[in-house]
């Protein structure tokens, strides 16, 4: 049984969930206050996703997802290749380190979080950082230009990763917009959307959307 602590809409969360889900097991999500001393004992940078599987406690979702697919899902989402395992790790990197963080907090979390809290997005800021995302979008688009999969050939977590990100994207205007304009990535998103796991993991949003 995996117990994910977490924030009640987290794309972070839905990427542990979604692997979950693709390993067979049976999860339940709480959701949490990250900045309790609660969660301080789960994650001491007081962050979620944190979890705890059959009494191993864990944080880092890039770490907590190896681990599950390794231990419960016989490495399914890893590729054997070096090379493709490589790659695997270069584009969950680039997920966490470039695409999450610009299109969350400038785009994502502005147009669909913020009006539900009752505030107005901060539009120059939106402004600002479009061509930044659509130039990590075209990134995304040359990669899956030559190759069915991010790693490669096979559907891996990096998949996971990314299309949890840009699945929030393409919820905003501005970024159906920007994918009307990568049809290779468009293409993925269509066939990695349709997996069972991620059909399970949809975001309220999203059923709304029909994204």
């Not at 692997?19 to 001491?44: C, F, L, M, N, W």
């Not at 120059?124 to 990669?143: C, H, M, S, W």
């Amino acid at each position: 049984m995996l117990t994910i602590y977490v924030a009640k809409i987290s794309t972070y969360g839905r990427i542990v969930a979604t692997v979950a889900e693709e390993a067979g097991i049976a999860h339940e999500t709480i959701p949490t206050d990250s900045k309790t001393e609660e969660h301080r004992a789960r994650h001491p940078f007081m962050k979620t996703p944190a979890v705890e599987i059959d009494g191993v406690a864990m944080y880092e979702s890039s770490a907590i997802c190896p681990y599950i697919d390794d231990v419960y899902n016989g490495g399914a989402l890893q590729p054997d290749d070096p090379l493709e395992r490589a790659r695997m790790r270069q584009w969950m990197a680039v997920n966490d380190h470039y695409v999450f963080p610009l299109t969350e907090e400038r785009l994502t979390l502005p147009r669909l979080v913020v009006p539900m809290m009752g505030r107005a997005p901060r539009e120059d800021l939106i402004r600002e950082a479009l061509p930044a995302i659509r130039y990590y979008l075209q990134v995304v688009e040359d990669r899956l230009s030559e190759v069915p999969y991010l790693a490669g050939p096979s559907f891996s977590l990096a998949d996971i990763f990314m299309y949890c990100t840009l699945v929030g994207v393409a919820l905003t205007d501005e970024g159906r917009a920007m994918l009307a304009e990568t049809p290779s990535l468009t293409r993925w998103m269509d066939v990695v959307g349709a997996r069972p796991s991620l059909q399970a993991t949809r975001w309220p949003l999203e059923m709304q959307a029909g994204v």
